[in-house]
């Protein structure tokens, strides 16, 4: 009897938790969540109620009924709370009697079964709980009629949510590409169904001025157009003309839109560098007074705004004075970054500049130009923000920094008192590689995956309590070098975007990498509704080697960052199927191996197959000692990276590649026992843009005691100019020797080279796998 009592028991709990809300796949997770039982439906007979007199609510009211009902959805009525009493199965939305501490953009959701109120103390609160209501209802929400889908049901629960961040963004680059309105609008949608606020439009650059300024006509009619662009990354061009531009109607157009979707647009006018465009349209406010002409190639310029004359900050102004009147936002960001100080330094008028307001350099110069146009902003009610480049030579009084070069920015500005949006590099710059470059579009280096993102924390611990709240905010960023389309934009910015999203909604210690995933595979399905393009790197394979204590000896192994999934593979160079073996645990490859690899839910393929010679030879696993030093900034493997059997990808920050900046490498490798030796390939990656040169010289010795070395051949590689990325082997035939012992010397060239664009910088020596055949 006693065991039939708890059967029914368990019988009736498995049904109670049946009849509760499922999963809530909500991103960004809210702050508060509670989960109750059954289901609030939508019918044909639901109504809305609103406040009366209230065209913001009417708006937004009108905003959801009409994604149901182009969904295929009940076409539901809306009706002023003022006429009518809320019956059975109504919903409400309501600024009255918003709960406290949710602040502006706060709200509550309470869903039960026969009824649905959202409260909030403004629009931006209301909209973000109709964007929860739209992430709650079926995926079938963003597509149309032809859907079919007949029960639209939302589960119950309730919820108090509110954002960690006031300052939540993304960032375009329409300089080095342009895209048209239709495609910012998309951008701008999809900015605002993950509750980001802010849009950053970087509008001009080196390689086009892509705004109209009514004073001033030729910085689009000769600012926008350039006369060609480089070839992926190479030093040709197409010799195509490329241009494009925003009308002010336009940009007034996509302002209107964006403030119906509670996103500010913050525009980006660069200065005091990266001007070449604008200097190509007006010379006059350069130092040397030009002819210029817009850049076809990616990098920064020499070429910058003269502070020397005050004609160019009469010039700036009534640029600014334009912008200001077209983007209503708070702050107007001025760029500041990546300042050349060569032609300030040749030039007679900075230099008067100088010694006239009593500064110490060009750096003090720099911070006198930000200065002067801050005073000029906060006199028009406007605030500065750049990059963090404008600390130096001292930050004017009011300005936010944009932290892009690491933290240490951010942690320098919010310890002098000012504002900080954190948008380092290493986490949140979208346009680095997210996967295997092998699979992926073409990007412009850097590796930065999508748990990585998700694993940004933006209050750097450094800071005290009171310094912490100087940090806005974070933002991702796209620089579009290597995107010539919108659907590559969007590709390289989601599923990051969603990411980085959540890092700024969610309390960080409700974020939970596992439960994320799950959440984001129900919004893949409604992106794929919404027919975006976006990257399925999370379904890929993680193939790599391994060393085992247990074994002593290297092993195959792989992961995905998607628990509870089959990763199935082959060795055979055959595609991988149901039918191929499951991988359980690593292991170990007589010889040269391909694998292949997938990943498998339910017996339904996800992705693409990911794959990965592993190459077995002499020195396959050999242990390794460096003679001098790699960086702690990619160290690869450590010892293991060049006998892992495994070569290096394009990225060079996929972490399988080894840095040496400034040093030499140079290597022994213990083969364990006398060893017969015809071949020693030591492979090396250039990559010019990154300040990676090929080695100047590659020499190799072997020895049988490891102490006397005998000097077997040697590779001269005379500097290489040409730009891209080349992944080149050295090898050296030694004529069958034995020996056991292999040292490798290769001489890092130390510093970049006169013709390069950072001449005089300590310059990085980059080296991979080390095959002994």
Request: proline share 6%; aromatic share 12%; net charge positive.
């Amino acid at each position: 009897m006693r065991l039939k009592t708890i059967a029914t028991f368990l019988l009736l709990q498995s049904f109670i938790i049946t009849l509760m809300a499922g999963p809530v796949n909500i991103i960004p997770y809210p702050a508060k969540l509670s989960k109750k039982w059954g289901h609030f439906t939508i019918r044909p007979s639901t109504r809305l109620i609103i406040d009366g007199n209230n065209q913001e609510v009417r708006r937004l009211a009108h905003f959801f009924t009409a994604k149901l009902k182009t969904a295929g959805g009940p076409e539901i009525s809306i009706v002023e709370k003022n006429k009518t009493k809320p019956g059975r199965f109504d919903l409400q939305f309501t600024l009255e009697s918003p709960p406290t501490g949710l602040g502006k953009e706060g709200y509550e959701l309470t869903i039960r079964r026969k009824s649905l109120i959202l409260r909030a103390s403004s629009g931006n609160g209301l909209f973000y709980g109709i964007i929860t209501l739209f992430q709650l209802l079926p995926p079938e929400i963003e597509g149309n009629a032809t859907a079919g889908l007949s029960k639209w049901t939302i589960p119950c629960l309730h919820i108090t949510d509110f954002p960690r961040f006031p300052y939540r963004g993304l960032h375009l680059d329409v300089s080095r590409h342009f895209f048209p309105v239709e495609f910012i609008k998309e951008y701008i949608d999809l900015l605002s169904y993950y509750k980001m606020n802010t849009f950053h439009w970087h509008l001009t650059d080196d390689q086009g001025w892509r705004l109209e300024i009514k004073k001033y006509p030729l910085l689009t009619q000769i600012g926008s157009i350039r006369k060609g662009t480089q070839v992926a990354k190479s030093d040709q061009t197409d010799n195509t003309p490329y241009g494009g531009f925003y009308t002010q109607e336009q940009v007034r157009d996509v302002v209107r839109y964006a403030a119906e979707r509670y996103i500010t647009i913050i525009p980006e006018i660069e200065m005091p560098g990266h001007a070449v465009a604008a200097l190509t349209a007006y010379p006059q406010y350069s130092c040397s007074g030009g002819p210029f002409e817009l850049r076809t190639t990616w990098g920064v310029s020499d070429d910058v705004f003269c502070p020397g004359k005050d004609s160019t900050f009469l010039f700036i102004r009534d640029i600014l004075k334009e912008v200001m009147d077209l983007f209503p936002s708070v702050y107007i960001h001025i760029g500041g970054d990546e300042v050349p100080k060569s032609r300030w330094i040749k030039c007679p008028r900075c230099q008067e500049r100088i010694r006239a307001e009593g500064l110490k350099n060009e750096q003090e110069l720099q911070s006198y130009f930000v200065r002067r146009i801050e005073k000029f902003l906060t006199e028009n009610g406007r605030k500065l923000i750049g990059w963090d480049e404008i600390l130096e030579g001292g930050i004017a009084a009011e300005a936010t920094v944009m932290s892009w070069r690491g933290t240490e920015g951010g942690i320098e500005a919010a310890r002098q008192g000012h504002d900080v949006v954190m948008t380092p590099g290493a986490y949140c710059y979208l346009d680095h590689y997210q996967a295997d470059p092998s699979y992926e579009p073409l990007a412009i280096g850097g590796f930065t995956n999508l748990k990585k993102v998700y694993s940004y924390e933006p209050v750097p611990s450094e800071l005290t309590p009171e310094q912490s709240g100087h940090i806005l905010g974070a933002q991702g960023n796209l620089w579009t070098e290597y995107m010539e389309k919108g659907d590559h934009v969007l590709y390289m910015a989601y599923p990051r975007a969603i990411a980085l999203a959540e890092v700024d909604w969610s309390p960080a210690k409700s974020r939970k990498w596992d439960n994320f995933v799950t959440r984001l595979e129900s919004s893949f399905k409604r992106l794929d509704l919404k027919k975006v393009n976006y990257c399925k790197s999370l379904y890929d394979v993680n193939i790599t080697t391994q060393y085992s204590e247990k074994h002593r000896a290297m092993e195959i192994a792989m992961g995905s960052d998607w628990k509870g999934v089959d990763i199935r593979y082959t060795t055979d160079n055959s595609e991988p199927g149901l039918n191929s073996p499951v991988y359980k645990k690593p292991f170990r490859p007589g010889k040269t191996t391909l694998v292949k690899a997938a990943v498998f839910q339910k017996k339904t393929r996800k992705g693409r197959t990911n794959e990965r010679q592993v190459l077995v030879h002499k020195a396959y696993g050999a242990p390794v000692e460096l003679l001098q030093p790699y960086s702690p900034k990619y160290p690869g493997k450590g010892l293991l990276t060049i006998t892992d059997g495994l070569n290096g990808a394009l990225s060079f920050r996929a972490g399988e590649w080894q840095g040496f900046e400034g040093n030499d490498f140079e290597a022994v490798i213990d083969l364990k026992v006398p060893t017969q030796v015809n071949t020693i390939t030591a492979t090396f990656m250039k990559n010019i843009y990154s300040w990676i040169f090929l080695p100047l010289r590659v020499e190799y010795f072997i020895s049988n005691d490891g102490k006397v070395f005998e000097q077997v051949g040697s590779i001269d590689c005379p500097a290489v100019k040409e730009p891209g990325v080349e992944i080149r082997p050295f090898s050296q035939s030694i004529g069958n020797k034995t020996t056991r012992f292999i040292k490798i010397k290769a001489q890092n060239n130390k510093i970049c080279p006169p013709w390069h664009e950072a001449a005089g910088q300590p310059c990085w020596l980059f080296v991979d796998e080390v095959i002994v055949e």
